[in-house]
């Protein structure tokens, strides 16, 4: 190939000879076809252009039936139909699947050939899955490292199972190696694990390097053993009756036992100045030694106690344990390596508080958060004068922090991390396991001189970073052992990392369940993932199986001791199913009895919204206090009332902009009008339209959805479901007094209506009329009252009823003692006289009115025609009636 790249630089005509020459020299993959590429985009192209030519080929319906007419159209198809029948039976035979595809029977010949494509399409897709995880490391032929006597382990694939190596070879595979045949080591401890449900009690007896004395309870723990209490009942429920028997202090029984010294600890000026790293040793030249019995153990601490600082770390065990096993316990010096069988030598650990304890001894360890607690609870160890090179790592700002980039990083070691997840109960244990614990402890005295170099160097010199690891390191000798202790809500918790909405059944089998489980495994000593993993229970819980199969599907694979108890798994399912079927968050308010209240929505924060504000920061007004009413212009009354009611309450209500209003208190709801409840939905509108897709903290439920018969929640909305009798009684209550107030208030404004109607009444029945006024006061005078003679024309003038009718109302009459009547006499009567013709004084209307026509009135003065009665001063003229008068004369 090179050799052609250089002749293309050069001219065009050799270029062709010599990748000839080339194409010639190398071997083809196939006939045709110089490599896998090439193969590969003819396939794909051939593939291509078939599909196009079976797209082009006439459908199943008429089209088809009729190109099937012509002979020739049907012989083509047939002749086709067996060569590619032909060649699919050559490519299963390729890969060993029956191929017999021809020759079937017409009438199941379709089915049958079916079944057998899909038969090879699994087998040909296996293959290609196996060479696929060949290629990507997983090499399924290689058998791994395993003692003499064990079965081969399963393999795991993962990302955390796969290790890349930097040349560019397969990747390794970490293996779980694991073993189904140890005897358990509870068996042979001599104080048997403590599983009850009781809090953990400390297991020291003996105080080495003390400053405050150990409390009684703790050193008369030899002569609390001979008991009554011990008998058939666990050790620390055993402690706790004779405590409460005996009113001890609980502080001294469950506090640090080690707490003042550590208070009170101080870091010597040497450690905090900067140290000259000490190189290790190789592995091969470092003296080991395993310590499996009490004198090598004694030995052990003696050597310790004399040295100045010394690395620990601890392999753990949980999968076969309810509260886990420390297994074994690697110690390094700068000279020599030290693993400790914790298993055999369990109940003798103790004696290494000597050292352990001793604060002018450094105990380095990586990542002791865990080991702390795991010291104290199995071994009754504590640790006075801990540095931890995992908080130094993080004081540095390196990488990782990580004790395998630890070693990379200051060491130049690749740490062996196949052995990481080994069952580290297995006895003997083998020389690959062996080498990895021992490389834990081996390197970290160097790397404990390298970080706080580092750490001073970092701090330009000054001690206070390496004095802020110190303390931190302190903090973490100081964490106590916390035992697992179930309660009736434990299960919560769990169910909230699950990230999943249960309904009150799935949450009552997830609660039921959780409780088989933990009881289960404190009995047995077992793990709560091995007797039921939590992924499997919340399947359980979310599908509830009707039979016990069901639980067994649900189950893969299938937990041994699930397979024992499924008849009881089975019952607890069925009693989860005779729950009634609610949301979890109005079943957990209505088991402690109140009516569901609703949350207040997590909303973004606004400067001027009011609705995130305390009831408390709002003005608080007493309803004496408030001058109108708030509410919408024209609102209704809250409380119905009866028609004279609404008649004598005014118009108090303010106008007021209510489209930003606050929605009312679930205390109002009952009292609201259909009008405010139209409001209400109308303003709710206005909301988030996406908060049903919110998480279901606060679930939020469309209101039309409640009132829709044929939804869901219709029967969840339904307010007497979720209430309780007393309240339902209650709220009735408080609404027939609300009526009953309504009307009696209602009964008292009409009584006092009727009482101002009558008082009204009997005053104007003193009161008398103009006409009886002046029939009075005629009788008083003793004489009628003489007319005077009026010319022709005149009239007298008449009230008319109208007034009449209206004067009383407005104003009252005068006493009839003031009243006096008109002196005519002095009433100028000749304007109306007719200077002309004086021929006859006799009253003639038409002539009267004919000339009161043409009779001119002076300016200045009104004229008083109409005033009297209408019957003289009737108009011949502009008679409605549409005749004439024709009055006889006298």
């Known amino acids: 190939m090179n050799s052609s790249k250089t002749n293309n630089s050069t001219n065009s005509g050799t270029q062709d000879s010599n990748s000839d020459a080339n194409d010639e020299e190398k071997p083809e993959l196939c006939p045709g076809f110089k490599d896998v590429d090439a193969f590969v985009k003819y396939g794909l192209g051939a593939v291509l252009s078939a599909t196009k030519a079976s797209a082009s080929l006439p459908q199943a319906g008429d089209e088809f039936d009729f190109y099937r007419s012509f002979p020739g159209f049907q012989e083509f198809c047939e002749s086709q139909g067996d060569k590619l029948l032909h060649c699919m039976s050559q490519i299963m035979q390729h890969h060993g699947c029956r191929s017999h595809m021809r020759d079937r029977n017409k009438l199941t010949g379709l089915e ?33 490292v395993m003692p003499a006597g064990f079965q081969p382990p399963k393999i795991v694939v993962s990302s955390w199972n796969r290790k890349s190596s930097g040349s560019g070879s397969r990747s390794e595979t970490f293996r779980l190696l694991h073993a189904k045949n140890v005897a358990r080591p509870q068996l042979k401890f001599k104080e048997k694990v403590d599983n009850s449900n009781t809090p953990f009690v400390p297991k020291i007896f003996i ?35 004779h405590q409460q028997r005996t009113q001890e202090h609980v502080e001294d029984m469950f506090a640090h036992p080690y707490q003042y010294e550590l208070d009170h600890l101080t870091i010597p000026e040497g450690l905090l100045s900067k140290p000259e790293p000490q190189m290790y040793k190789p592995m091969a030249e470092t003296k080991f030694s395993l310590i499996d019995s009490l004198e090598d153990l004694v030995a052990l601490n003696e050597k310790l106690s004399r040295l100045s600082e010394f690395a620990v770390d601890l392999e753990h065990h949980s999968y076969r344990s309810f509260l886990g096993l420390t297994c074994l316990m690697q110690i390094s010096t700068r000279e020599e390596d030290f693993i400790i069988d914790t298993l055999e030598l369990r109940s003798e650990m103790y004696i290494l508080n000597e050292a352990f304890t001793d604060p002018t001894i450094v105990k380095v360890f990586h990542g002791a958060d865990s080991d702390i607690e ?11 004068n801990l540095f931890d090179t995992h908080q130094a790592s993080r004081a540095l700002n390196l990488a990782r922090h990580s004790l395998d980039h630890l070693l990379k990083h200051f060491c130049s070691v690749d740490s062996d991390k196949r052995y990481q997840l080994a069952d580290w109960r297995i006895r003997p244990l083998p020389d690959e396991m ?30 206070g970073l390496l004095q802020s690891v110190w303390n931190k390191s302190k903090d973490i000798s100081l964490k106590k052992y916390v035992k697992p202790i179930f309660t009736e809500e434990s299960y919560l918790e769990l ?10 059944q799935q949450l009552t089998a997830f609660r039921l369940l959780f409780a088989w489980r933990d009881k289960l495994a404190r009995q047995e000593d077992e793990s709560t993932g091995y007797v039921l993993p939590t992924h499997m229970m919340s399947k359980i819980s979310e599908e509830l199986p009707k039979e016990p199969q069901g639980i067994i599907a649900c189950c893969n694979p299938v937990p041994p001791l699930v397979r024992q108890q499924v008849n009881e798994l089975h019952l607890l399912v069925q009693q989860a199913r005779e729950m009634p079927l609610l949301k979890a968050e109005i079943a957990a308010q209505k088991k402690k009895g109140l009516t569901p209240i609703k949350k207040p929505e997590v909303t973004l924060f606004g400067p001027h919204d009011t609705s995130r504000v305390s009831e408390s920061e709002l003005p608080h007004f007493s309803p004496d206090e408030l001058p109108v009413k708030q509410g919408m212009l024209f609102s209704e009354d809250e409380h119905k009332m009866d028609v004279d009611v609404q008649k004598m309450s005014g118009l108090i209500a303010p106008a007021k902009i209510t489209l930003f209003e606050e929605l009312e208190t679930k205390n109002d709801e009952e009292s609201l009008s259909v009008t405010h409840m139209k409001a209400r939905r109308i303003i709710e509108s206005f909301e988030n339209p996406f908060r049903m897709y919110l998480p279901s903290s606060d679930v939020h439920v469309n209101k039309n959805a409640k009132f829709d018969p044929s939804s869901k929640i219709f029967e969840i909305s339904k307010r007497w479901k979720l209430q309780s009798i007393e309240q339902q009684q209650k709220e009735l209550e408080a609404k027939r007094k609300a009526k009953e107030e309504a009307k009696e208030q209602a009964k008292k404004v009409a009584e006092e209506r009727k009482k101002t109607k009558q008082s009204y009444q009997e005053s104007l029945q003193n009161v008398a009329t103009v006409r009886q006024q002046a029939a009075e006061s005629a009788k008083c005078v003793g004489k009628k009252r003489e007319r005077v003679a009026s ?11 109208k007034l009449m009718k209206e004067k009383p109302q407005k104003t009252e009459p005068p006493p009839q003692d003031s009243f006096t009547p008109f002196d005519y006499s002095q009433s100028d ?30 300016k200045g003065q009104k004229s008083n025609f109409g005033a009297g009665n209408r019957s003289m001063s009737y108009m011949a003229e502009k008679s409605e009636r549409g005749f004439r008068h024709n009055w006889p004369k006298r």
Do not use: M
Not at 116 to 138: F, H, P, Q, T, W
Not at 374 to 383: C, H, M
Not at 495 to 504: D, E, I, L, P
Not at 791 to 801: D, L, N, Y
């Open 791 to 801: 010319e022709v024309g005149e009239s007298t003038p008449k009230p008319s009823k």
């Open 112 to 144: 049958e050939r079916f079944d057998l494509v899909v038969d090879s399409n699994d087998v040909i897709l296996e293959r290609a899955g196996i060479l696929l995880d060949e290629a990507d490391g997983v090499n399924r032929s290689q058998q791994p």
């Open 434 to 463: 062996v080498q990895y614990a021992r490389t834990d402890t081996h390197y970290l005295l160097y790397i404990y001189d390298c970080v706080r170099a580092q750490l001073l160097d970092f701090n330009h010199g000054q001690p």
């Open 374 to 384: 795991w010291l104290q609870r199995d071994l009754g160890l504590y640790v006075v």
């Open 829 to 858: 009567l000749k304007v109306f006289a007719d200077s002309k013709s004086k021929e006859s004084t006799q009253f003639d209307p038409n002539r009267q009115a004919h000339d009161f026509k043409k009779k001119k009135i002076p």
């Open 495 to 504: 169910q909230r990392k699950q990230k999943k909405s249960f309904n009150t």
């Open 207 to 241: 105080k080495p390097n003390a400053i405050k004395p150990l409390p009684s309870y703790f050193t008369n723990k030899q002569i609390r053993k001979e008991r009554p209490e011990d008998l058939d009942v666990p050790a620390a429920l055993a402690d706790f009756i």
